[in-house]
């Protein structure tokens, strides 16, 4: 693997296919109140959460094209932020950026998808493969999982202390740790038996 692949962004490795000037202007987003934000770390379930949460705030209608989901669902990372600002869109905004990079405000409801790590690496080898120039001639797991583990890959590092949380059927939260944040979205009955 080519740690030349990704630069730092503000303290952000992002791979170079992420416009910087995107980048940049991600991590400078004022979610509006009431905002969803879609939250991963690559390879962790954001196109699936991402899906999840447009079909359940289309009650499952989906979008007309991709060129519509990209609207109203918008990745910030590469798109930036003028999609998120887009005063049609009703969906949630995805991103891998970190916290630092992206920190939370209390009037937008955020929704982090983690994933064991082990896992994680090895999805990720996988699909960096495909992005890795033929010129690169050491593509082992082992040469990954270095770049990895420094967190010289896309969206820096996974490695970190997530807080534990407990929910019951009451929908109350027992926080132990550091801030954590969770979605409620109310349905009814009978389109929760559609789900």
């Known amino acids: 693997m080519d740690p030349g692949i990704c630069r730092d962004i503000d303290g952000v490795w992002m791979h170079k296919f992420f416009p910087e000037e995107n980048v940049r202007s991600a991590m400078k987003y004022k979610p509006r109140d009431g905002d969803i934000i879609v939250v991963t770390y690559p390879k962790c379930g954001t196109t699936w959460t991402q899906y999840i949460v447009y079909n359940i705030l289309t009650r499952g209608n989906p979008p007309a094209d991709v060129g519509e989901y990209s609207l109203m669902s918008p990745f910030i990372d590469m798109t930036g932020a003028n999609a998120a600002e887009n005063p049609s869109r009703f969906a949630a905004v995805m991103t891998h950026l970190p916290l630092h990079a992206f920190p939370p405000v209390d009037h937008a409801k955020y929704i982090y998808v983690a994933r064991n790590p082990y896992d994680c690496a090895v999805s990720f080898y996988h699909f960096i493969l495909g992005l890795t120039p033929k010129s690169v001639t050491d593509v082992s797991f ?54």
């Open 142 to 195: 082992g040469r990954f999982l270095d770049l990895f583990l420094s967190g010289k890959v896309i969206a820096s590092s996974c490695l970190f202390v997530f807080s534990c949380v407990e929910i019951s059927t009451s929908e109350t939260i027992e926080h132990k740790g550091e801030a954590t944040s969770f979605v409620y979205i109310t349905v009814s009955e009978d389109y929760q038996e559609q789900l």
